[in-house]
């Protein structure tokens, strides 16, 4: 199959506002990978994030009117993408309970120079281990940059809850990244 010549991404949007498939189909494959690391963030696993990053689409192309071309493009697909995968998410799983954070203590940050040492795929990993409330808070705040106030709209918990899921999140990531450290010190001692 072909794609179509070299199109800026103005020109694509506009041929899928007047729904032209081959510009879709163009958009699809330029923007997918992407987003489908988008998606894998928020999924339990592959195919649920498959399903996610369609669903994203299929919004992306109804909604695409709605883009005036403010902003980057990619960005405005991107922010479909983790409202959709969070949609799909709550229609499909049991949200996990979650701590307001007046019951939850203030964490330290993670150790730098632990962190400095793992790679971003092992960073992603450990992410991925997180508790499933905890991973999407984690994620919306930390890689998304979504305020508190957002994700609390955004996954229908108090803004105190979502402080709380975060403190956790790091606490938990920091405990798992200075593990790494001490094996990785071990090994290498």
């Not at 990993?125 to 305020?147: C, E, H, W």
Request: hydrophobic share 40%; glycine share 6%; charged share 30%.
């Amino acid at each position: 199959m072909r794609l179509e010549p070299k199109l800026t991404i103005d020109e694509l949007v506009h041929r899928c506002k007047t729904g032209q498939r081959k510009a879709q189909e163009t958009l699809y494959k330029l923007l997918a990978a992407k987003m489908m690391g988008v998606c894998l963030r928020y999924a339990a696993d592959r195919m649920e994030a498959e399903d996610m990053l369609q669903n994203g689409f299929i919004r992306v192309f109804q909604k695409i009117e709605d883009y005036r071309g403010e902003g980057s493009f990619e960005g405005w697909v991107r922010r479909i993408m983790v409202h959709s995968s969070i949609e799909y998410y709550r229609k499909h799983h049991r949200m996990m309970q979650v701590v307001d954070i007046d019951e939850a203590g203030q964490e330290p940050s993670v150790n730098a120079a632990a962190a400095s040492s793992l790679e971003a795929k092992d960073l992603l990993v450990l992410i991925k281990t997180l508790s499933p409330g905890y991973r999407m808070v984690f994620n919306l705040y930390a890689i998304d940059g979504y305020s508190h106030k957002e994700i609390a709209e955004i996954v229908g918990i108090s803004e105190g809850a979502s402080k709380s899921q975060l403190s956790r999140a790091r606490a938990i990531l920091k405990e798992q990244i200075l593990k790494a450290e001490k094996k990785s010190y071990e090994y290498a001692g």
